[in-house]
């Protein structure tokens, strides 16, 4: 990092992510609650009962997973999710850590049973370089035959279809205030990129105007795809063992589904050149 960077003001005060409040626009006791019996399938044939969570974020997997027992380290590289993830006591096997998953080696070391990178997380790597930095990465901080699961959107749908945006989200607003609306928007560019704009509005239909915008920035993202991913994943010591297309296991379709989620494993022996 450069000596001649400006001191920061605060967490929020050069962290895109404070932007959007996660942890209130999405619905976390209920999608915990349905990705558990997959993730308790893919997690039970790791070599050891420990995890990274690689872009924890607010850290609701890891607490959940630390409640059943694991060991668990969230690694993130933004400090307003961390503090989010941090609010309120944390379980003895639970830590957290500032860090690029790039170098999660460095923040987390290891070894682990197991690695999860969940939610469009892998996406923010646009440069292939970078996201075999991060493999190798993975690689590194797993046990031999340690399980690597990941989930991102299926980008094989958004550009056949030149997708535009994923589906709203609705949650009730701090003192029944109306709704939080979280929109999602996107534009597929050229060579793969997508600009992302994540919005999060304030609907009441009792004000006027009805509508408020209350975050919105633009993320420039790599659509990574299947047929781009395997390869890459190959050189970086780690071979696909399942492909589904959601977070309950089921099967993987290019045309329709809407995630893709991919389990593999750490090949035992050197990655390939």
């Not at 893919?42 to 607010?58: I, N």
């Not at 920035?217 to 010591?237: F, K, M, Y």
Request: hydrophobic share 40%; aromatic share 8%.
């Amino acid at each position: 990092m450069a000596n001649d960077r400006p001191p920061r003001q605060s967490p929020a005060a050069d962290d895109p992510y404070s932007r959007v409040d996660y942890r209130r626009v999405i619905a976390w006791p209920e999608r915990v609650r349905r990705e558990a019996p997959f993730l308790f399938r893919v997690l039970a044939g790791a070599p050891a009962r420990s995890v990274a969570d690689l872009g924890c974020g607010t850290g609701e997997h890891c607490r959940f997973l630390a409640g059943e027992g694991f060991r668990v380290a969230g690694l993130d590289s933004s400090e307003s999710m961390l503090e989010r993830a941090r609010d309120g006591p944390l379980p003895p096997d639970l830590r957290f850590a500032l860090g690029d998953i790039r170098e999660a080696e460095q923040a987390l070391g290891g070894p682990f049973g197991a690695a999860i990178c969940l939610g469009n997380t892998l996406v923010h790597l646009v440069e292939p370089d970078d996201l075999r930095r991060a493999l190798q990465s993975v690689r590194a901080i797993l046990e031999p035959a340690g399980h690597f699961l990941f989930q991102i959107l299926n980008y094989d749908r958004i550009f056949a279809q030149k997708a535009r945006y994923l589906p709203l989200n609705f949650r009730p607003a701090p003192a029944d205030d109306g709704e939080v609306v979280f929109l999602r928007l996107l534009e597929p560019l050229e060579g793969g990129r997508v600009r992302f704009c994540p919005s999060t509005l304030l609907y009441d239909p009792a004000a006027d105007p009805p509508l408020k915008v209350v975050s919105s920035r633009i993320v420039d993202l790599r659509g990574w795809r299947l047929g781009e991913l395997a390869p890459l994943l190959e050189e970086g010591g780690l071979e696909v063992a399942e492909v589904h297309g959601d977070m309950e296991g089921g099967p993987f379709d290019a045309a329709s589904s809407q995630d893709l989620v991919v389990v593999a494993r750490r090949r035992v022996g050197p990655p390939a050149r």
